[in-house]
């Protein structure tokens, strides 16, 4: 992953979770530099991502510092960030994947029914095991349509998918509708997630959408019982 996003992911982080608090002056350029070995050129356009997404304001003469927002588009930004994907989401750590699966197959009915396609549509089968700096994490199952995501390798299936979307294509992901359950392992999820028979696994099935409001992902991701949390923000009108 470049790094200006590795290092506009960890700011964004410790501002969602209030290492870096509102109106709060964040570290100089130079200073964030040294801290995450990196050019000005890269340090000013990771701060510029997060200028973009309403985070931070730059104050001419003054430095950068991060914006007092409401509760609600707090809530907003947090929610969007759940959908960078998992190697934004550990900046700084090594994450890794193995492909247990890659292929293009013609979209089944509940595929095509999950993501609103037409008849005769093809998409990527991806299956694969994630790892943060070694050990297992989440278990892939993914489905997307190749004529939304054109030109998806290897490489980017051993890497972030997310960026090649986004940074590679220009897209940009906006949401995503998801379900969480849990139920035991399974033979296979014991294999790679380094399980006991009879350890639980979190199920997230989720339905993800790019801006336009496009579905472009239908996913069922497995997940260790001991290294997945969720987080709701309940309203009341």
Known sequence: MKK?????????????EGVYQANQQLPFEKDLCVEYDAS???VKKALDMLVSEGL??????SGTFV??????EMERIAVANQFRGTTALNPGKEVKS???EFKVVEADDLVKNKLNMQ???FVYDIYRARYIDGKPLVMEKMYMPIDLIPGLKKA???????????GDLGLKIQSGHRRISVRKATEIEQQ???LEPGDPVAVAEQIAYFDTGVAFEYSISVHRYDSFSVEFVLTRE
Do not use: C, F, P
Request: hydrophobic share 35%.
């Open 4 to 16: 200006y996003i590795l290092i506009s992911s960890d700011i964004r982080k410790k501002i969602l």
């Open 40 to 42: 000005k050129m890269t």
């Open 56 to 61: 931070i304001i730059k104050r001419r003469g």
């Open 67 to 72: 914006k007092d927002l409401a509760t609600d």
């Open 98 to 100: 193995q492909i247990l």
């Open 119 to 121: 008849e005769d549509t």
């Open 156 to 166: 980017n299936i051993e890497g972030s998918i997310y960026e090649y979307i986004e």
């Open 192 to 194: 790679y997630l380094e």
